[in-house]
Protein backbone atom coordinates (compact mmCIF):
# COMPACT_ATOMS: atom_id res chain seq x y z
CA UNK A 1 0.00 0.00 0.00
CA UNK A 2 1.49 3.60 -1.05
CA UNK A 3 2.46 5.89 1.62
CA UNK A 4 2.49 9.29 1.57
CA UNK A 5 6.09 11.42 3.21
CA UNK A 6 3.71 12.97 5.68
CA UNK A 7 2.14 9.87 6.75
CA UNK A 8 5.28 8.47 7.16
CA UNK A 9 6.29 10.94 9.51
CA UNK A 10 3.63 11.37 11.47
CA UNK A 11 3.73 7.28 12.02
CA UNK A 12 7.42 8.16 13.00
CA UNK A 13 6.45 11.06 15.40
CA UNK A 14 3.91 8.78 17.28
CA UNK A 15 6.41 6.04 17.52
CA UNK A 16 9.15 7.50 18.55
CA UNK A 17 8.57 11.46 19.54
CA UNK A 18 9.56 14.77 18.46
CA UNK A 19 12.97 14.07 18.17
CA UNK A 20 12.99 10.93 16.37
CA UNK A 21 9.84 12.30 13.27
CA UNK A 22 12.73 15.69 13.14
CA UNK A 23 15.75 13.08 13.18
CA UNK A 24 14.06 11.85 9.63
CA UNK A 25 12.80 14.74 8.69
CA UNK A 26 16.63 15.54 8.63
CA UNK A 27 17.71 12.20 7.18
CA UNK A 28 15.51 12.84 4.18
CA UNK A 29 16.55 16.63 3.61
CA UNK A 30 13.68 18.14 4.87
CA UNK A 31 14.85 19.99 8.31
CA UNK A 32 18.50 21.73 8.97
CA UNK A 33 20.79 20.08 11.44
CA UNK A 34 20.83 21.57 15.02
CA UNK A 35 24.46 22.97 14.70
CA UNK A 36 22.53 25.37 11.48
CA UNK A 37 19.88 26.16 13.36
CA UNK A 38 21.84 27.40 16.08
CA UNK A 39 23.85 29.63 14.01
CA UNK A 40 21.46 30.90 11.89
CA UNK A 41 21.03 33.90 13.07
CA UNK A 42 24.03 34.89 13.34
CA UNK A 43 24.89 33.72 9.85
CA UNK A 44 22.24 36.16 8.62
CA UNK A 45 23.67 39.07 10.98
CA UNK A 46 27.14 38.81 9.45
CA UNK A 47 25.51 38.61 5.76
CA UNK A 48 26.02 42.10 3.90
CA UNK A 49 23.53 44.87 4.23
CA UNK A 50 22.26 44.95 0.78
CA UNK A 51 22.87 41.47 -0.34
CA UNK A 52 18.95 40.65 -0.50
CA UNK A 53 18.48 43.53 -2.74
CA UNK A 54 16.17 42.43 -5.19
CA UNK A 55 14.98 39.24 -4.24
CA UNK A 56 11.43 38.19 -2.35
CA UNK A 57 10.80 35.88 0.46
CA UNK A 58 7.96 34.14 1.56
CA UNK A 59 7.95 33.61 5.48
CA UNK A 60 5.48 30.93 6.86
CA UNK A 61 4.27 31.65 10.27
CA UNK A 62 3.90 35.20 12.34
CA UNK A 63 5.65 33.81 15.31
CA UNK A 64 8.78 34.74 16.65
CA UNK A 65 10.92 32.77 14.86
CA UNK A 66 8.81 34.17 11.90
CA UNK A 67 8.68 37.78 13.07
CA UNK A 68 12.58 38.20 13.65
CA UNK A 69 13.21 36.36 10.32
CA UNK A 70 11.04 38.86 8.56
CA UNK A 71 13.00 41.50 10.76
CA UNK A 72 16.66 40.46 10.22
CA UNK A 73 16.27 39.99 6.22
CA UNK A 74 14.53 43.13 5.76
CA UNK A 75 17.66 44.91 7.25
CA UNK A 76 19.13 42.29 4.83
CA UNK A 77 17.27 44.56 1.41
CA UNK A 78 14.99 40.89 0.71
CA UNK A 79 11.22 42.05 0.16
CA UNK A 80 9.38 40.04 2.81
CA UNK A 81 5.39 38.87 3.05
CA UNK A 82 4.32 37.04 6.01
CA UNK A 83 1.63 34.60 5.79
CA UNK A 84 -0.03 33.96 9.51
CA UNK A 85 -3.66 31.93 9.95
CA UNK A 86 -4.15 33.26 12.93
CA UNK A 87 -5.59 37.29 13.23
CA UNK A 88 -2.51 38.07 15.48
CA UNK A 89 1.34 37.82 15.49
CA UNK A 90 3.18 35.70 18.01
CA UNK A 91 2.09 32.19 17.74
CA UNK A 92 1.81 30.06 20.47
CA UNK A 93 3.04 33.51 21.99
CA UNK A 94 -0.19 34.76 23.19
CA UNK A 95 -1.82 37.18 25.96
CA UNK A 96 -5.47 37.09 26.67
CA UNK A 97 -7.21 39.79 27.68
CA UNK A 98 -10.67 41.02 28.51
CA UNK A 99 -12.74 40.44 25.39
CA UNK A 100 -10.45 37.89 24.19
CA UNK A 101 -12.52 34.42 23.12
CA UNK A 102 -10.58 31.56 22.98
CA UNK A 103 -11.65 28.31 20.83
CA UNK A 104 -11.17 25.10 21.19
CA UNK A 105 -10.16 22.47 19.33
CA UNK A 106 -13.00 20.70 19.99
CA UNK A 107 -14.98 23.24 19.05
CA UNK A 108 -16.14 25.37 22.06
CA UNK A 109 -15.19 28.69 22.90
CA UNK A 110 -14.69 30.56 26.16
CA UNK A 111 -14.91 34.25 26.42
CA UNK A 112 -12.48 36.13 28.66
CA UNK A 113 -14.36 38.65 31.47
CA UNK A 114 -10.94 40.11 33.22
CA UNK A 115 -11.34 43.75 34.84
CA UNK A 116 -9.57 46.18 32.57
CA UNK A 117 -5.80 45.82 33.05
CA UNK A 118 -5.19 42.16 33.39
CA UNK A 119 -4.07 39.59 32.00
CA UNK A 120 -2.67 35.78 31.51
CA UNK A 121 0.10 34.77 29.16
CA UNK A 122 -1.71 31.58 27.61
CA UNK A 123 2.14 30.83 26.06
CA UNK A 124 5.60 31.80 27.40
CA UNK A 125 5.37 34.38 30.37
CA UNK A 126 9.29 34.92 31.40
CA UNK A 127 12.49 35.83 29.82
CA UNK A 128 15.91 34.26 31.80
CA UNK A 129 19.00 35.75 31.73
CA UNK A 130 20.52 33.42 29.13
CA UNK A 131 17.88 34.83 26.81
CA UNK A 132 20.36 37.36 25.70
CA UNK A 133 19.00 37.28 21.79
CA UNK A 134 15.19 38.04 22.73
CA UNK A 135 16.24 40.41 25.29
CA UNK A 136 18.48 42.56 22.69
CA UNK A 137 15.63 42.54 20.68
CA UNK A 138 13.66 44.27 23.47
CA UNK A 139 16.34 47.02 23.82
CA UNK A 140 16.22 47.55 20.10
CA UNK A 141 12.36 47.43 19.88
CA UNK A 142 11.52 49.70 22.82
CA UNK A 143 9.69 46.74 24.86
CA UNK A 144 9.77 47.77 28.69
CA UNK A 145 10.42 45.23 30.82
CA UNK A 146 9.87 44.44 34.41
CA UNK A 147 11.30 41.77 36.64
CA UNK A 148 9.41 38.49 37.29
CA UNK A 149 9.50 36.77 40.45
CA UNK A 150 9.83 32.73 38.82
CA UNK A 151 10.47 30.95 42.63
CA UNK A 152 10.38 31.74 45.93
CA UNK A 153 11.23 30.19 49.32
CA UNK A 154 7.67 30.72 50.87
CA UNK A 155 6.10 28.60 48.57
CA UNK A 156 4.35 25.75 49.61
CA UNK A 157 5.48 22.18 48.96
CA UNK A 158 2.67 18.92 49.31
CA UNK A 159 3.16 15.07 49.51
CA UNK A 160 0.10 13.64 51.23
CA UNK A 161 2.16 10.65 52.53
CA UNK A 162 4.37 12.74 54.51
CA UNK A 163 4.18 15.20 57.13
CA UNK A 164 0.29 14.38 58.37
CA UNK A 165 -0.85 15.25 54.57
CA UNK A 166 0.23 19.12 55.55
CA UNK A 167 1.82 21.52 53.21
CA UNK A 168 5.11 22.91 54.65
CA UNK A 169 7.25 25.57 53.25
CA UNK A 170 10.13 25.54 50.41
CA UNK A 171 12.43 27.13 53.08
CA UNK A 172 12.28 24.20 55.35
CA UNK A 173 12.37 21.69 52.92
CA UNK A 174 16.04 22.89 51.12
CA UNK A 175 17.40 24.21 54.50
CA UNK A 176 16.35 21.28 56.92
CA UNK A 177 17.64 18.94 54.05
CA UNK A 178 20.89 21.20 54.19
CA UNK A 179 21.39 20.70 57.97
CA UNK A 180 20.90 17.24 57.53
CA UNK A 181 23.57 16.06 54.55
CA UNK A 182 25.96 18.82 56.64
CA UNK A 183 25.53 16.99 60.02
CA UNK A 184 26.05 13.42 57.98
CA UNK A 185 29.21 14.46 56.15
CA UNK A 186 30.34 16.56 59.15
CA UNK A 187 30.16 12.99 61.03
CA UNK A 188 32.42 11.17 58.27
CA UNK A 189 35.24 14.20 58.66
CA UNK A 190 34.94 13.84 62.87
CA UNK A 191 35.22 10.31 62.35
CA UNK A 192 37.85 10.23 60.03
CA UNK A 193 36.45 8.32 57.07
CA UNK A 194 37.90 10.49 54.51
CA UNK A 195 41.41 10.72 55.53
CA UNK A 196 42.14 8.98 52.61
CA UNK A 197 40.76 11.74 50.13
CA UNK A 198 41.53 14.71 51.75
CA UNK A 199 44.17 15.80 53.91
CA UNK A 200 44.01 17.48 57.53
CA UNK A 201 44.05 21.35 56.28
CA UNK A 202 41.53 20.37 53.81
CA UNK A 203 39.36 18.32 56.31
CA UNK A 204 39.29 21.58 58.22
CA UNK A 205 38.15 23.40 55.14
CA UNK A 206 35.55 21.54 54.62
CA UNK A 207 33.96 21.34 58.35
CA UNK A 208 33.71 25.14 58.33
CA UNK A 209 31.99 25.16 55.18
CA UNK A 210 29.32 22.67 56.52
CA UNK A 211 28.65 24.37 58.91
CA UNK A 212 27.93 27.14 57.24
CA UNK A 213 26.38 25.90 54.81
CA UNK A 214 24.20 23.83 57.24
CA UNK A 215 23.90 26.00 59.64
CA UNK A 216 25.16 23.38 62.18
CA UNK A 217 25.11 23.63 66.00
CA UNK A 218 27.16 22.37 68.83
CA UNK A 219 29.20 19.33 68.08
CA UNK A 220 28.44 19.83 64.44
CA UNK A 221 24.83 18.69 65.42
CA UNK A 222 21.67 20.27 63.04
CA UNK A 223 19.32 21.38 65.50
CA UNK A 224 17.34 23.97 63.29
CA UNK A 225 17.77 26.92 61.24
CA UNK A 226 16.46 30.20 61.16
CA UNK A 227 16.83 30.09 57.42
CA UNK A 228 14.02 27.27 57.59
CA UNK A 229 11.57 29.78 59.22
CA UNK A 230 10.27 30.63 62.40
CA UNK A 231 7.64 29.15 64.80
CA UNK A 232 7.59 32.70 66.42
CA UNK A 233 8.80 35.83 65.26
CA UNK A 234 10.35 38.52 67.48
CA UNK A 235 8.13 41.20 68.40
CA UNK A 236 7.31 43.47 70.83
CA UNK A 237 8.15 43.46 74.48
CA UNK A 238 9.34 40.04 75.58
CA UNK A 239 8.50 38.42 72.56
CA UNK A 240 11.85 36.53 71.00
CA UNK A 241 12.29 34.47 67.73
CA UNK A 242 12.09 31.10 68.28
CA UNK A 243 13.31 28.29 65.47
CA UNK A 244 10.94 26.31 63.87
CA UNK A 245 11.35 22.12 65.10
CA UNK A 246 13.29 20.66 61.43
CA UNK A 247 11.11 18.17 59.49
CA UNK A 248 11.57 15.06 60.21
CA UNK A 249 14.71 13.62 57.76
CA UNK A 250 12.86 9.88 57.20
CA UNK A 251 9.95 11.71 55.82
CA UNK A 252 11.98 14.46 53.78
CA UNK A 253 13.78 11.42 52.18
CA UNK A 254 9.93 9.94 51.54
CA UNK A 255 8.69 12.91 50.14
CA UNK A 256 10.97 13.42 46.77
CA UNK A 257 10.72 16.63 46.75
CA UNK A 258 13.79 16.91 45.05
CA UNK A 259 13.17 17.99 41.50
CA UNK A 260 11.00 20.90 42.64
CA UNK A 261 14.13 22.30 45.11
CA UNK A 262 16.06 22.54 42.29
CA UNK A 263 13.71 24.10 39.94
CA UNK A 264 15.38 27.66 39.80
CA UNK A 265 19.20 26.07 39.57
CA UNK A 266 18.31 25.55 35.88
CA UNK A 267 19.53 27.83 33.68
CA UNK A 268 16.26 28.64 32.04
CA UNK A 269 13.93 28.77 35.00
CA UNK A 270 15.81 30.93 37.39
CA UNK A 271 14.40 32.60 40.29
CA UNK A 272 14.58 35.97 39.28
CA UNK A 273 13.37 36.93 35.33
CA UNK A 274 12.00 39.34 33.36
CA UNK A 275 8.56 39.94 31.52
CA UNK A 276 7.05 42.61 29.39
CA UNK A 277 5.24 45.27 30.73
CA UNK A 278 2.05 44.21 30.38
CA UNK A 279 1.85 40.93 28.91
CA UNK A 280 3.96 38.67 26.60
CA UNK A 281 2.57 39.66 23.38
CA UNK A 282 4.00 43.09 23.63
CA UNK A 283 7.26 41.12 21.81
CA UNK A 284 5.42 40.09 18.83
CA UNK A 285 3.85 43.30 18.26
CA UNK A 286 6.75 45.56 18.31
CA UNK A 287 7.86 43.10 15.89
CA UNK A 288 4.94 43.22 13.77
CA UNK A 289 4.66 46.88 13.92
CA UNK A 290 8.37 47.67 12.77
CA UNK A 291 7.30 45.42 10.06
CA UNK A 292 5.32 48.03 8.54
CA UNK A 293 2.32 45.55 7.18
CA UNK A 294 4.07 43.01 5.76
CA UNK A 295 2.14 40.50 7.98
CA UNK A 296 -0.98 39.23 6.13
CA UNK A 297 -3.36 38.04 9.04
CA UNK A 298 -6.14 35.11 8.42
CA UNK A 299 -4.14 33.25 5.91
CA UNK A 300 -4.21 29.30 5.76
CA UNK A 301 -1.24 28.11 3.98
CA UNK A 302 -2.16 25.28 1.91
CA UNK A 303 0.39 24.58 -0.36
CA UNK A 304 3.98 25.07 -0.99
CA UNK A 305 5.63 23.94 -4.24
CA UNK A 306 9.53 24.73 -6.00
CA UNK A 307 9.16 26.83 -9.89
CA UNK A 308 11.66 26.45 -12.05
CA UNK A 309 13.27 30.05 -10.85
CA UNK A 310 11.76 30.31 -6.86
CA UNK A 311 8.76 29.11 -5.04
CA UNK A 312 5.27 29.36 -5.37
CA UNK A 313 2.54 29.57 -2.13
CA UNK A 314 -0.96 28.44 -1.99
CA UNK A 315 -3.10 30.18 0.97
CA UNK A 316 -6.72 31.21 1.63
CA UNK A 317 -7.83 34.43 2.56
CA UNK A 318 -11.45 34.96 4.00
CA UNK A 319 -12.35 32.50 2.23
CA UNK A 320 -10.76 32.75 -1.45
CA UNK A 321 -7.46 31.02 -2.74
CA UNK A 322 -4.94 32.69 -3.86
CA UNK A 323 -0.93 32.38 -4.62
CA UNK A 324 2.51 34.42 -4.45
CA UNK A 325 5.85 33.92 -5.89
CA UNK A 326 9.19 34.27 -4.37
CA UNK A 327 12.63 34.05 -4.95
CA UNK A 328 12.70 32.06 -1.19
CA UNK A 329 10.48 30.31 1.14
CA UNK A 330 11.24 30.59 4.94
CA UNK A 331 8.70 27.43 6.48
CA UNK A 332 8.62 29.33 9.98
CA UNK A 333 5.53 26.71 10.55
CA UNK A 334 5.06 24.21 14.14
CA UNK A 335 6.25 20.66 12.83
Known amino acids: ?37 ATLLQQTRAMAPA ?14 SGLVSAYELRKLG ?40 NYMNAGPARLPSIHKTMLGYCRELGVPLEVEVNTTRSSLMLNKNVFDGKPVEQRAVINDMRGYISELLAKC ?101 KLDGIVQYETQVTEIRRTTHGVRIGYTHKGAHHSIAADYCFCALPL
Open 189 to 289: VNKKALNEDLSADDQEKLLAFLRTYGDLGPNDKFIGSERSGLSQWPGAGLQEAKLRAPLDFKSLLNSRFWPATMFEEENDMQATMFQPVGGMDRIPHAFAA
Open 1 to 37: MPITRRDFLMRVGMAGGYSAAFSTMHALGHAPNTSTS
Open 78 to 117: YKCTVLEARNRPGGRNWTLRDGDTVRFTDGTTQNVSWRSG
Open 51 to 64: SGSGRSVVILGGGI
